[in-house]
Structure formats: C-alpha cells, structure tokens
C-alpha cells in the first residue's frame, strides 16, 4: 500500500526547511535507518535547489510516494509570470554537479517535463529490509 504526500512551498531557502523535514518524516515511517534518512534529506534538498534560479520565484510542489520500503520525490517549480520557467542551472558544471550528488544519495533520479513545467524527480529503496 502506498502513500502520497504533497507540499506546496514558495520559493524561498528558508521554507526549504519544510520539504527536508516532510521527507525525514515520510522516510522515518518506512522504517528508512538515520543515515538514509538523511540522505534523502540531502537529496531533497538538492532536487529542489536544481530547478530554481537564483532569485526566482514562484512555487516549489512536491510529492511523496511512500511505498514498502521506497521513496519517490518529485519537484515541479511552478514560475510565476514574472519567472522565467526553469533554465534552471544555466552553468552546465552546476548541472553535473547536482547529479554527482544525488548519484551518490539516491537510487535513481532524473528530470522530465510535466505539464510545461520541468520536474525533477529522485527515488530511494530502503537498504535493508525490516524483519
């Protein structure tokens, strides 16, 4: 049985507080162990910082899928009219970089479009399975 989450925050660092601890929790309740758990903190927060410029705002919407000892994230940053729709990282170093990290936090991630907006998305199995 899977579980769904969703959070809506504004673009701001300081709210980004708020997506790392929903992903804590929803880790945390799929028996994840401290140490992945704060990966998919790390990750989360990764993810969300790769799809806004700096300055940009708009919202952040995410969504939490919790399923037998796996988590999915996805982020779609929603621009205001003002905002440019993600040209997210225009340095391609920065690009890489983000994906060298969550290469080391995650299982599987990647970017798509959905709904004319891009989205980035991460998933996270659980190591060790609960007894």
């Not at 799929?30 to 990750?43: K, M, P, S």
């Not at 995650?106 to 659980?126: I, P």
Request: glycine fraction near 6%.
């Amino acid at each position: 049985m899977s579980d769904l989450v969703t959070l809506s925050i504004p673009v701001s660092a300081d709210l980004l507080v708020l997506a790392r601890l929903t992903a804590a929790t929803v880790a945390s309740r799929a028996g994840f162990d401290v140490e992945e758990i704060e990966d998919l903190r790390l990750a989360v927060d990764e993810l969300c910082i790769s799809l806004v410029n700096e300055g940009g705002g708009g919202r952040l919407e995410l969504e939490f899928i919790r399923d037998a000892g796996l988590i999915e994230v996805s982020c779609t940053h929603q621009a205001t009219s003002d905002d440019s729709v993600v040209d997210a990282v225009s340095d391609p170093s920065l690009e890489g970089l983000s994906a060298r990290i969550l290469d080391a936090l995650v299982d599987a991630h990647g970017r798509d479009n959905r709904s004319g907006y891009e989205r980035a998305w991460l998933r996270k199995q659980r190591a060790r399975q609960q007894a």
